[in-house]
């Protein structure tokens, strides 16, 4: 009898243990994200569409994490508090960084004015997990996709190609780009993220049209697995070769968007530190050049670069040396680990097999 309660009392204590590493882990999470939110606030008006975006996934994020946190201690309702007051703080924020953009590029924010919302961006309700039998055989060294095109294929589909423009439009071009294999790197997120956007405008059938015999068995979920099947093997392979200044961009935003398509595996907890240590203590961005500071290039040019800016979706340095693209990819993907590790107990949110 004395055994058995001394086997009880010590699942007790790791469980307790579990749950105080988690606390101090959503707590990293919540103090690297309110220094994210202090940089938003200081730079609102110059982050480019990218950064906006990787923000408002985050809040997206963070509203889902409020209304589904568990208030099971004092220290998990202190955590939620914490939580709201960063969600009022990147409400303010977003009013102006958006203005600013409206602003700053009027066509280029009008096509994708529907994204530059945190109610667009729907928050996985359910986990399923990566298939390296998935993965392809060989991948192309250059990435297969252009950003144009890009560009144009997701207008087409959020019905922002013209005023008042009819929504969900696939072409031949956009979805022959869009589900080729073995394309690399940001070619595949792309990829990725217009399966999601496609689905989070509502559209059904994208792959409509396609008549290949060899495609006929395969779903757009089947395209969303087969995509971060491949980037979660980019991961592995930059986390084993070392990050480095080329390949820690693209491998905090695999983990962004798989994370936010549903695949767990891609929040794991040595990729959490590797993003947490990236962050810039001073300044709360990410991807930080101090060879590009503000004082370096001159007040003169500074100001040449602010009355020239346009607003570019894939990269933004911006006058304090922050990268804009890596700091709204960091954000975001932060966010997931933290809505992820308040479900993960739940039975329904498992992996699925």
């Known amino acids: ?62 509203k889902e994490a409020v209304r589904t946190w ?54 996985p309700q359910e986990w399923s997990s990566t ?53 690399p790197h940001y070619s595949l997120s792309h990829q990725l993220l217009y399966f999601m956007i496609g689905k989070m405008r509502g559209c059904t059938n994208l792959l409509k049209g ?3 015999a060899s495609r006929a068995n395969i779903t757009e979920r089947s395209y969303q697995k087969i995509f971060c099947s491949n980037m979660m093997k980019t991961n592995q392979d930059i986390v084993r070769d070392g990050l480095t200044e080329q390949t820690v961009d693209i491998f905090i935003e695999n983990i962004l968007v798989c994370g936010l398509a549903g695949f767990s595996d891609f929040y794991k907890v040595d990729w959490l530190q590797h993003i947490l240590g990236l962050q810039d203590e001073e300044v709360g961005c990410f991807g930080r050049d101090k060879n590009v500071i503000s004082q370096i290039i001159g ?23 922050c990268s ?11 966010g997931g680990y933290l809505n992820y590790y308040l479900t993960e107990q739940d039975i329904t949110k498992r992996p699925l097999s």
């Open 70 to 123: 568990p208030h099971s201690d004092p220290v998990s309702w202190a955590q939620r508090s914490s939580a709201v007051a960063l969600v009022k703080r990147l409400d303010q924020s977003f009013e102006k960084a958006v203005a600013a953009l409206q602003q700053d590029d009027p066509k280029y924010y009008k096509e994708f004015e529907p994204l530059l919302t945190w109610s667009f961006w729907l928050i």
């Open 1 to 62: 009898m004395r055994a058995t309660g001394l086997q009880v009392a010590a699942v007790l204590a790791l469980f307790a243990a579990v749950l105080r590493s988690q606390a101090e882990v959503i707590d990293d999470v919540l103090g690297s994200l309110s220094r994210g939110a202090s940089f938003l606030e200081r730079q609102h008006e110059h982050i480019n569409l990218d950064g906006v975006v990787g923000f408002l996934m985050l809040q997206a994020e963070l």
């Open 131 to 183: 298939d390296p039998s998935l993965v392809y055989p060989s991948t192309m060294t250059t990435e297969c996709y252009d950003e144009h095109l890009s560009d144009k294929c997701l207008t087409l589909l959020l019905g922002t190609w013209k005023m008042n423009g009819t929504p969900c439009i696939v072409t031949k071009p956009c979805r022959d780009t869009m589900t080729r294999f073995g394309c």
């Open 299 to 321: 007040d003169e040019l500074l100001e040449q670069l602010q009355l020239h800016r346009r607003v570019k979706r894939r990269e933004k340095i911006l006058p304090d040396g």
């Open 324 to 334: 804009s693209h890596m700091t709204a990819v960091a954000v975001g993907a932060l």
């Open 210 to 212: 396609d008549t290949r």
